[in-house]
């Protein structure tokens, strides 16, 4: 286990979110003080990643290609992209994203000033991911579509020491278009592609709208309920590499060990606030954009 690649111009790294858009997303779910469905939340969220990641590769005279970014979305038989791509052209860079919204709008936000007062802000967002929520979950199928992806995304960038992709997958449910077996070998033969700095890291963020304990990054699966869908969602997620250790102690609040630490990348019953940190700690690079 590497994860220590410099992310250069030359050497960039992907990033993909796969998105479960079935009918259940339709679901409401409590967000920044108000009750949305699980399907808004969530491409709220999603726009505000790729608002950030879009900032870091900011540079004097432009963005740089840090980043292949792609966003797909699954629900009843497809699986398609959310971005404003081109063709088949799934991956965009940042400058392409940061160009070509599909929508801006003014949202505003309380900020919170030294003295604690609250002062309201207008601030102006840029989508990308509109939200989606009908019909089935394939998510064989998802996994398969974004296997092609990084396959040839890995094959473009064979024989560069490239951090490998990261592919965070979002869902609330349990596939429709296969067993539990047809999803983990997905999952496996999608974790068996890499860079010469490591394999593909995917993480599984499920979200609930329930109020139960939430179970982030677990280091066994007796730490999950016994429920078979927990289980499977703890065997197909990679463990994370030490980079992502100080971030992960700060979540979880509890030490998650030294070197070849065990965690794995996976939340199960997820609030909104915890997909954000997620999503955050998942993408945490920054150290390594030269």
């Not at 726009?47 to 900011?58: G, K, S, V």
């Not at 199960?268 to 998942?282: E, F, K, P, Q, W």
Request: negative net charge.
């Amino acid at each position: 286990m590497s994860y220590l690649a410099r992310i250069t111009q030359e050497c960039p790294t992907a990033v993909v979110l796969l998105v479960d858009q079935s009918g259940s997303m339709s679901e409401p779910t409590r967000w920044n003080g108000r009750t949305v469905t699980k399907a808004e939340a969530v491409a709220t969220a999603i726009n505000a990643l790729l608002a950030e990641l879009i900032a870091r590769t900011r540079r004097d005279g432009g963005y740089q290609p840090y980043y292949d970014l792609a966003v797909m979305g699954y629900s009843g038989s497809e699986v398609r992209s959310l971005l404003p791509t081109v063709g088949e052209r799934y991956f965009l860079r940042p400058e392409e994203l940061a160009d070509n919204p599909v929508a801006t709008r003014d949202v505003q936000r309380l900020r919170t000033l030294p003295d604690g007062r609250q002062v309201a802000t207008v601030v102006r967002e840029r989508v990308w991911v509109q939200p989606a929520s009908e019909w089935n979950t394939p998510m064989v199928a998802a996994f398969g579509v974004v296997y092609k992806l990084l396959k040839q995304w890995c094959d473009r960038h064979k024989g560069r020491p490239c951090y490998p992709p990261t592919v965070i997958h979002i869902t609330d449910g349990e596939a429709t278009d296969g067993t539990a077996r047809e999803v983990a070998a997905a999952a496996e033969r999608l974790r068996s592609l890499g860079t010469m700095d490591g394999s593909v890291l995917l993480m599984n963020v499920h979200i609930s709208a329930a109020e139960a304990e939430p179970v982030l990054f677990p280091a066994v699966a007796e730490e999950l309920p016994e429920e078979r869908y927990a289980r499977l969602l703890f065997d197909i997620s990679s463990p994370m590499p030490d980079l992502y250790r100080d971030e992960i102690a700060w979540l979880t609040g509890r030490e998650t060990g030294g070197e070849g630490m065990a965690v794995r990348g996976m939340a199960y019953r997820a609030n909104m606030t915890d997909l954000v940190r997620m999503m955050n700690i998942g993408t945490a690079t920054s150290d390594l954009l030269v």
